[in-house]
Structure formats: structure tokens, C-alpha cells
């Protein structure tokens, strides 16, 4: 799309159609839009709103819940950072690390290995959470553990995949007129891989950078498709119509898919991923952590569905905040409620 970007702007300032809801399902994309200011540009008819695209924020109580009675039974929990605060039913990693648990954080799945390695007579579990982004890692590290033949580490699972969690979003009436595409996990999946869905529902999708002027190139595009079900990649730097062929057949090797629990928005079909049956030795116990036990008063599920904007929750700013979270959404940096509460955002 050749446009100046000061003629995008003056489009999407003045833009003076049918109002429309655009919902950015990317975490990365929510901290991006606070940190570039982009709602700034935008005509009063243009909403953004926040997606499940924050893999910490979608993550059940029960698979918290699950990684704190390993590590009460002696295991050490490998994680990142943000999952170690993130609210199972009744407690976190961070407070059971407290209580004396091992919970190590690490910067890469792969660090897991060494310290395996280290101590070969330690049982590691390693907290495998994420989208189609990072789930060619994990099958990378599952293929070592094979290939060294490493029998102290194990994984516990909650893989997703999302285009299915958007279909099934729409599918139950989610107030949105077009999506900014997950530019990480498309380089992986291609664009194609929302073209099923757009199709459908007749809704467009545009693949999106991260920089400020790639993100108000996709929103005008969007708004240009309004109406329409296609898919426009603009970022096509790194992300191609059929993504990573090779990640692809990597992680069919070593998983299956699977339905899934999203925190909040419950099971969704075909949208999970396990380890084969082949690998299940190097499983920890994945399958059928479908709880979640949240306070009543909290509504990340409504804002990860595009029905609440996050300071329209009662606990937002108030009981819940990044230092005491009570819902997920607050965790993480990538997560709607911390972003809008850190940036003090109010579109």
C-alpha cells in the first residue's frame, strides 16, 4: 500500500464511517499500541480493544495450581518470569518459592538442559506455555531430550493456537469489526493461517508489525477491508503467506493437537496442543487442567473478549494492580489490564 504515512494519519483521524472495533490479539501489539500512543490517532468512531493474545493472561488456575503441588512434591519449576506471579486458585509460584519450592526462571526453554544436566538426580518441570511463537521451541527442546537422552525433565504444557480461539470468539458474538494479526506467530503460521476464519465471518485481518507507523498502516488497511474477509499481510519483512514450513513440521512431530482452556473463555475446540503419545515420558501431567477458579468480581474474560475495556472492570486500579494482581491480565506486561494501567490509558 503506497501512502505517505502523514496522508494515513489524516485518514485514520477523520475517518467518518460506520464506527468499528478493532481488536489487537497480540500482546505485544496492546503494549506497542499504549507505547506508540496510537489511539491518539484515531477518529472517535475507531475503538481498539484488547484479544487473548497474552499466553500468561489465558492460562487456567488449574495448570497453576498444577506446577505448585510438583513443586511442593519436590520438583523444581523452570519458568519465565511472569508466570511465577500469575494467580492459581488459591496461591503462585512466587508465594510456595517463598515457603522454600524451587522455582527457577529462565530466559529460554533451552536453559532447562543445563541445568539438567547439572543436576541429573533433580527432577525438572518445565512450565511450557505459549502460542504457535514459541511451540517450535518446545518441540526443538523435546527432540533433545530425546536425542541426549535426558530422563530428568519433563514438561507441563498449556500450547494454544490462535486462530481457533478467534473463531470461537466470533462464534459467541465477540463485538468485532477486524483483527490486527499476530505479526510473531504469523511469521510462524504464515497469514494464511486466519484466511479460514476471516472468510467465515466475513471480517478482514491485517498482519502487523510492531513499530508505530507499520501499526497505523494496518489499521487503515483494515478499515479500507471493512466489511470484507480477507487477509493482507503488512509486514512482509518477516512474515510470508505460508510461514515457516519447516517450524510447522517440527511441531507436528512431536505434538498433536488438541482441544484447549482458556482462562476466562473456557474449552475451545482444536485449539490446544500436547505431546504425541510417543513423547508422553517427557509429559508432566498436561491433559485435563480445564479448572479455573477465578474471583467472581474479576472480568479479564470479558476484556479478553472484547467486551469490557480494562478500566471498566471494578477491580481494575483497585484491588487489582501490577504489584497485586488478582486476575492474570494484570501480570504480565503484555497483559490488557497492565498495559492500560502502567500507560494510564483511557481510549
Known amino acids: 500500500m503506497k501512502m505517505d504515512i502523514e496522508q494515513i494519519k489524516r485518514e485514520l483521524r477523520t475517518y467518518d464511517g460506520p464506527p468499528l472495533r478493532i ?23 475507531i475503538t481498539l480493544l484488547s484479544g487473548p493474545g497474552c499466553p500468561v493472561c489465558v492460562t487456567t488456575t488449574s495448570y497453576i495450581d498444577r506446577l ?64 504457535e511463537t514459541t511451540t517450535p521451541v518446545y518441540a526443538v527442546l523435546t527432540e533433545e531430550l530425546v536425542t541426549q537422552d535426558i530422563k530428568n525433565v519433563r514438561l507441563l504444557t ?49 498482519v502487523a508489525g510492531f513499530g508505530g507507523e507499520e501499526l497505523l498502516l494496518a489499521l487503515y488497511g483494515l478499515i479500507r477491508n471493512y466489511g470484507r474477509g480477507v487477509v493482507e499481510n503488512y509486514y512482509p519483512s518477516v512474515v510470508t503467506w505460508d510461514g ?28 490446544g496442543l500436547l505431546l504425541r ?26 476484556v479478553l473478549t472484547g467486551r469490557l475495556r480494562p478500566y471498566e472492570c471494578p477491580m481494575y486500579g483497585k484491588k487489582c494492580i501490577p504489584s497485586d494482581p488478582v486476575g492474570a491480565c494484570m501480570v504480565s506486561t503484555e497483559g490488557s ?9 483511557k481510549d
Request: aromatic share 10%.
Open 277 to 302: 503419545e510417543e513423547y508422553l515420558r517427557f509429559d508432566a501431567g498436561s491433559d485435563g487442567l480445564d479448572r479455573d477458579e477465578k474471583n467472581p468480581s474479576c472480568r479479564c474474560d470479558q
Open 244 to 271: 515457516n514450513e519447516m517450524a510447522q513440521e517440527k511441531v507436528k512431530t512431536y505434538f498433536t493437537v488438541s482441544d484447549a482452556a482458556w482462562r476466562g473463555l473456557g474449552i475451545v475446540p482444536g485449539s
Open 68 to 131: 505448585i503441588e510438583l513443586a511442593r512434591e519436590g520438583k523444581t519449576i523452570v519458568t519465565f518470569g511472569d508466570l511465577i506471579r500469575v494467580p492459581g486458585s488459591r496461591t503462585s509460584l512466587d508465594r510456595v518459592r517463598g515457603e522454600g519450592c524451587r522455582v527457577e526462571m529462565v530466559y529460554s526453554p533451552m536453559d532447562v538442559l543445563t541445568l539438567a544436566l547439572r543436576e541429573p538426580d533433580r527432577e525438572f518441570v518445565f512450565a511450557a506455555v505459549g502460542f
Open 337 to 345: 489490564c497492565y498495559s492500560y494501567y502502567v500507560n494510564k490509558r
Open 158 to 206: 498449556a500450547l494454544k493456537t490462535m486462530p481457533s480461539v478467534v473463531d470461537s470468539m466470533l462464534g459467541g458474538g465477540a463485538p468485532v469489526d477486524g483483527f490486527l494479526a499476530p505479526g510473531h506467530v504469523s511469521v510462524v503460521t504464515g497469514a494464511k493461517a486466519f484466511r479460514p476464519v476471516a472468510e467465515k465471518y466475513g471480517i478482514p485481518f491485517g
Open 23 to 45: 481488536m489487537e490479539i497480540c500482546g505485544s501489539h496492546t503494549e506497542a499500541v499504549a507505547r506508540f500512543g496510537i489511539a491518539s490517532f484515531l477518529s472517535r468512531k
